[in-house]
């Protein structure tokens, strides 16, 4: 991955026909991780997120709100960008597709995908779903023609549509993914991709005939650019044509279900637009319920604002990070989030912070030389932390600091820090604690960023002199 001191990430831009559920939270608390990490490491970090407003559904579902469609779209924008800081995401953009900065981008990307030969009319017919705003495969639906996942039949559509000659890129694809092993990760996710792009790439529909809503194809306003067309553009919108020619997306971090179109349809389109491609397309798996994809269609939703305000925005954020791991589809549940909430903030790290604080600040530490023990296990972690987060592993490099952390118990209990008389020798190992304390804080930062600062906050040195402050209890049980 080139980077040049700069790094640049995005989550997808969500549809907006409803509020985020935490599949989507857990998408932008990905995407939020990687770049405070990559922030901590001195870069600068564009990290954008938004919102996909020129979609059929947005009009549905300003409708069945009984909302006009601009007041609709403008409350909606406002509670996903709310629900991001409630959540301690620190996105530095925030994209809609109806702002103006997006239509001229997408007007220029066309116009070069047209000038290359890429674009032309032709007649198409398919079976349009929906849900996901797309024609599907006769093969992807069920044995009884419906969708598999918003369980609806799809509809037979007829009509004259602008086409993008995505069947001219299937070598220049297989070259591409060639030359970058890990263009898509995980690994098993970039295998289903190039084994799609063998089996022979066809043309695609790229606007949709005139409806009241959507961004017009240029010259030809009887047409709308297809949501894809227009959506997929939003990361070249953020930083602007001549912003993206110099340093394009480093990461899209996304679910497993928008990868072909991150990994094929996309970088064709930047192909055929003579622009740069993205560094790489990272994929989540699912989070289900009760074994089920959830879904704004399927209503079956869980809400990470409600369950931000019960345990912290910081105990969903870790929750999602260390019980799902990367790529895999993960089963929400509340009562395992609760019990990983008791053990390991609770009774983990809450306790560890509260016990080392409350004796540091009864005792006068001196700054001094580390235990060589202590300076071990802090490097060691911080090397485990750096290279499971470059391989986006962040269970694993949670359960190292995790790890790091029960040394630290085990130093208190085993030394008995509370009985130690030797007013020196028990200040020396407060000082050993407290710096795994700060530490340990510090390589939370991308985490859990909130705990990281006020732990942080509670280790202060006047001088060499230690002015701890034990903080208000981080983590209450929860019964
Ligand atoms: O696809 N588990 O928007 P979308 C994990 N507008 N992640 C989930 C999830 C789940 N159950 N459900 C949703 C679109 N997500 C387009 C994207 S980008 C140019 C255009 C997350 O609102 C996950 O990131 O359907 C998934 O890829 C995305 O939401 C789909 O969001």
Known sequence: MDSNGEFYITTP??????????????????????????????ERVIFSTGVDENAQKTVDAAKKSGEEIHAYVDRLADLWAGTWAKLGIGNTDFIRT?????????????????????????????????????????????????CPDHKTKPELVTEENYFFRLSNY?????????????FVAPAHRFNEVKAFVERG????????EKKEWGIP?????????????????????VVGIEGWDEHPADIHVMAKDIVKFHAVIWPAMLMSAGLPLPGQ?????????????????????????????????????????REVSFGDDGDFSEAKMRERYNADLANGL????????????????????????????????????AEKLGVFRFSEALAAIWAALAFGDRFVNEKKVWEIKDEAARAKALFDLVSLLDNIAAMLAPFMPET????????????????????????????
């Not at 790439?201 to 949709?208: A, G, V």
């Not at 009887?222 to 227009?230: N, T």
């Not at 074994?291 to 999602?320: C, E």
């Open 13 to 42: 831009i969500y549809y907006i026909n409803d509020k985020p559920h935490i599949g989507h939270a857990y998408s932008t608390i990905v995407a939020d991780t990687l770049a405070r990490w990559r922030e901590a490491q001195g």
């Open 98 to 146: 109806t702002e103006e900065r997006h239509l001229e981008t997408v007007r220029d990307i066309w116009g070069r995908m047209e000038a290359a030969g890429d674009i032309y009319k032709g007649q198409y017919q398919g079976l349009y779903c929906r849900g996901h705003e797309a024609f599907m495969k006769e093969d992807e639906l069920t044995p009884d023609g419906l």
């Open 170 to 182: 299937q070598q220049k694809l297989l070259d591409f993914y060639e030359a970058h092993g890990d």
């Open 201 to 208: 790439l066809e043309d695609i529909s790229f606007s949709r």
């Open 217 to 237: 194809v240029p010259n030809d306003p009887s047409q709308v650019i297809y949501v894809w067309a227009d959506a997929l553009v939003n990361y070249v919108s």
């Open 281 to 321: 397309v990272i994929a989540t798996g699912f989070l289900t319920i009760d074994g089920t994809k959830m879904s704004k269609s399927l209503g079956n939703v869980v809400d990470p604002l409600d369950l931000a305000a019960r345990y912290g925005a910081d105990a969903l954020r870790y929750f999602l990070l």
């Open 350 to 385: 809450g306790n560890f912070a509260a016990r080392v604080l409350t004796l540091a600040e009864k005792a006068e530490v001196k700054f001094g030389n580390l235990d060589g023990e202590f300076e071990e296990v802090i490097a060691s972690t911080k090397r485990t932390v």
């Open 452 to 479: 990281s600062r006020t732990i942080a906050a509670a280790i202060r040195w006047d001088g060499d002199v230690l002015i701890a402050a034990k903080p208000e209890i981080l983590f209450p049980r929860i019964k």
